[in-house]
Each structure stands twice: as C-alpha cells, then as structure tokens.
C-alpha cells in the first residue's frame, strides 16, 4: 500500500515474519493493481501508505481491495474452508472501515507522528492481540487521517468491536480515535504500526532530510520527544515484539 514511496514498514514486516519462520509474497496494489487469490495463502498483512484512503473509494485498484476483503469474508464464513486471518495496518485499517461502512474516515486537525500511549478499551483488555501489555501501551503512530464516529448499529451487526483508542488528551475538545478494531475472529486492524520498530525511527531521526522534514512539519520538541523515547524497552520495543508476532503465532494455531 506504499504507492511506491520509501519505507521502513516492509522492512519491519519482512523481518517478522522471517522470524516466525515464513514465506512470504508481496503483491504491489496501489502501482500495479496486484492482488492475491485469496484461496492460495491462510495469512495476510496488509500495509499501510500514503495518502487519501478514500482514493479506494474512486481508483480502479480499488474494487480489487473491496474484493479482496469480501472474499476472505466469504471463505471464513464456509464451513468447507479454512481460516484466512488477516492484519490491516493504518492505510488498511481505514479503507477496511470505508469498504465496510463501519465508521468515518476523516482527515486530522494536525498530523500524528511520534511515540505515543494507547489505550486498550474494556474488549480490547481481553483481546488475545494485546496480550502481554500493559494499559495502555506505547506505538508509533504516523497519520493524516482517523478512524472516528464508528457506527455502532453497522459495528454491531458486522460483529466488530473498537479495542483500542486514542491516547486521553484533556485539553483537546476532540473525540478520541478509535486505534484498533476487531473486525471479526479472524480480521483484525490498527491504526498504528506494531510493526515498526527502534531501528526503524532511528532510521528516520538519522537521515538528514528526513529530519528536516519532519522537524519542519512536527516541530523540534516533538523531536526531541521521539528521542528520549526510542530504546525504551517498555515502549515501542515491546509493542513491536508482541502484536504482530502474536497475531501470526494465534493465526498458525488455526491453519
């Protein structure tokens, strides 16, 4: 979902998984309209990017995703299948919300980049991705755009469930974003990026135009949080090493 834009996601992805253990296939969606058949393959992550995420809503590679995710609705809920589980980071995680009508989509006041708490909701202080954790838990979160105002009648009748929110902010009159959703047993998304890990912000806060990017956009404070926070073994370290790993570890019990 990366259009083709330099990256630390991938990177971060790929070394998981190597992990774990697996194979891997990567299929370009946004530049080359590349899907997979979804009968071929039990485990999915899909990227996030950059951009407008409502861009699925009116580009041709869109209807691929609306059919893709379909799909896997469809073969988990056969009988004769097996379980496809799939994990939708950021830029996927809203157009899921898009393609299911199950919340807005909306752009924020000021882009969110740093590393920031989340906070598990009372469902999501049981959800088997979160095990491990403490509440709340440290993420890197990079957004434009936020997952707000979830319809509670659509939620309740796909069966999703909000199971982590925004960080409380006090003085800012603003709903908290909804930061990670349960979209069935087998479907689950997050606005912010477990997979990212130290190296990968340090990457960032080491590259000289990147830095001046982003100081420019985010201020040199801002900055200077990042730093004090990356290395911490209780933040970003520990998200990445359970969310993402846990999810592919309670996917391959199932296949």
């Not at 996030?48 to 409502?54: S, V, W």
């Not at 988990?76 to 899921?96: G, T, V």
Request: hydrophobic letters at 40%.
């Amino acid at each position: 979902m990366y259009n083709g834009v330099a990256n630390q996601g991938m990177r971060c992805i790929e070394d998981l998984i190597k992990k774990e253990g697996l194979e891997m296939d990567v299929f370009d969606v946004r530049q080359r309209s590349e899907f997979p058949t979804v009968r071929d393959y039990r485990l999915f992550i899909c990227s996030g990017g950059p951009g407008d995420p409502h861009e699925c809503l009116t580009h041709d590679w869109g209807k691929g995703w609306f059919r893709f995710l379909d799909e896997l609705l469809v073969l988990n809920r056969a009988e004769s299948e097996p379980l496809r589980h799939a994990f939708l980071i950021c830029h996927s995680y809203q157009m899921a919300c898009l393609a299911w009508n199950l919340a807005d989509v909306t752009e924020r006041q000021k882009p969110a980049f740093g590393i920031y708490p989340m906070n598990k909701t009372a469902l999501g202080e049981h959800d088997p991705l979160f095990s491990g954790l403490e509440n709340p838990f440290w993420v890197i979160d990079s957004r434009d755009w936020q997952v707000v105002h979830p319809n509670r009648l659509a939620m309740d009748a796909f069966g999703a469930q909000v199971i982590a929110i925004e960080r409380e902010r006090p003085h800012v009159p603003l709903e908290r974003a909804a930061m990670a959703i349960r979209f069935t047993p087998e479907i689950v998304g997050t606005q912010f990026h477990p997979e990212a890990d130290d190296d990968s912000m340090s990457a960032y806060l080491n590259d000289v135009d990147a830095l001046e990017r982003l100081a420019g956009r985010h201020g040199v404070d801002r900055i200077d949080k990042i730093r004090e926070s990356v290395g911490d073994p209780d933040k970003v370290h520990r998200t990445h090493e359970h969310v993402l790993p846990g999810f592919l570890r309670q996917a391959l019990s199932t296949v």
